[in-house]
């Protein structure tokens, strides 16, 4: 079984739609991340959670919001999704044992999501 | 403004060759770096690191070469396989947060 998995895999819906992302990791790791992709733009940060207690905004969080039911899952949420959000989603972890392997990140297979 | 830059969206290289992929960075507080291997309809997968105590890492077939005078590091893959064809993501980190900041990504292409 995957370590981290995310449902759905692909969603389309229509503007102003309310659309949650799951995450879920049996790594046992303390943080997650969400992530969107676009063509020629690379990974960029929506939020982080470095426990089920702390949220944290990446470099892109307006439009989403995101809740760390527990340490295992960590979901995203558009309120009224817009065509812009059209992208790939991607959730990642890593550990917090103090180390250089804190900086490792273990991502998800990803969603794809279509705003029309 | 781009703190992690991947100039180079796409690379082709012959099967067997040296393939060289190049990431630069402008945050003199970076002080750890990845790369990140990703296949379509697949997320990405760690490949490769180095600390920025080092200027090499080795591992396999994989070597990346860190400049920390110059910000820039880069990843050799030699030889090159039809299989490592895939986007590559450099990334960095540093500071206490351990936030990641990636590149856009090069598109490695290798023909058999």
């Known amino acids: 079984d995957a370590d981290v998995t995310q449902t759905p895999r692909n969603r389309i819906t229509k503007t102003g739609k309310r659309i949650m992302l799951e995450c879920s990791q049996t790594k046992g790791h303390d943080r997650m991340y969400w992530y969107r992709q676009d063509p020629g733009l690379g990974l960029r940060l929506i939020y982080y959670s470095f426990d089920v207690k702390d949220i944290n905004k990446g470099e892109i969080s307006d439009g989403y919001s995101v809740s760390r039911q527990a340490q295992a899952k960590f979901s995203l949420s558009l309120e009224s999704a817009i065509p812009n959000q059209t992208a790939l989603y991607f959730c990642?972890?890593?550990?917090?044992?103090?180390?250089?392997?804190?900086?490792?990140?273990?991502f998800g297979p990803g969603t794809r999501l279509t705003v029309l | 403004d781009q703190q992690v830059k991947q100039n180079s969206p796409s690379l082709s290289v012959q099967e067997g060759r040296i393939s060289i992929l190049n990431c630069d960075y402008t945050n003199s507080m970076f002080d750890y770096f990845l790369w990140y291997k990703k296949y379509p309809a697949e997320g990405p997968t760690f490949l490769i690191s180095?600390?920025?105590?080092?200027d090499k890492n080795e591992d396999g077939r994989f070597t990346v070469f860190l400049n920390k005078s110059a910000k820039h590091l880069s990843l050799h893959i030699v030889p090159s396989q039809p299989g490592d064809s895939a986007v590559y993501f450099c990334?960095?980190?540093?500071?206490?947060?351990?936030?990641?900041?990636f590149g856009k990504g090069t598109l490695l292409t290798v023909n058999p």
């Open positions: 990642a972890t890593s550990d917090s044992l103090p180390g250089l392997a804190v900086n490792e990140q273990f």
């Open positions: 990334a960095a980190s540093g500071g206490s947060n351990y936030k990641l900041t």
């Open positions: 180095i600390s920025s105590i080092k």
